[in-house]
């Protein structure tokens, strides 16, 4: 079991920037992928961006170039610096982490990013 626990959401003007952080604990050894993922309300979750176990990293389109994830495999930690912050990423961000092929979530914080 993997526990997934994130922090550092809050409020933002547009422009401003955030730097989520997501502490996986329990069994962490052999986590694959990590990924944060995101949902507005009334709104499916979706892809924000990822990071292997070996440092490859992918994007939405609609982030690249403004966030950018990373993670401290010594630490157990997830990271994702938010730059350029504008109001259409106020959403819950998610955490996400597959290890065995079995997917675990964290609990999610909320970004709101004022006009």
């Known amino acids: 079991q993997v526990l997934l626990v994130e922090s550092g959401g809050g409020l933002v003007q547009a422009g401003g920037s955030l730097r989520l952080s997501c502490a996986a604990s329990?069994?962490?050894?052999?986590?694959?992928?990590m990924a944060w993922y995101r949902q507005a309300p009334g709104k499916q979750r979706e892809f924000v961006a990822f990071?292997?176990?070996?440092?490859?990293?992918n994007y939405a389109v609609s982030v690249k170039g403004r966030f950018t994830i990373s993670r401290n495999n010594a630490e157990d930690t997830l990271y994702l610096q938010m730059n350029t912050l504008k109001p259409e990423d106020t959403a819950a961000y998610f955490c996400?982490?597959?290890?065995?092929?079995?997917?675990?979530w964290g609990q999610g914080t909320q970004v709101t990013v004022s006009s």
């Open positions: 990071i292997s176990s070996s440092g490859y990293t």
């Open positions: 996400n982490a597959v290890r065995f092929g079995h997917e675990y």
């Open positions: 329990g069994s962490t050894d052999s986590i694959n992928t």
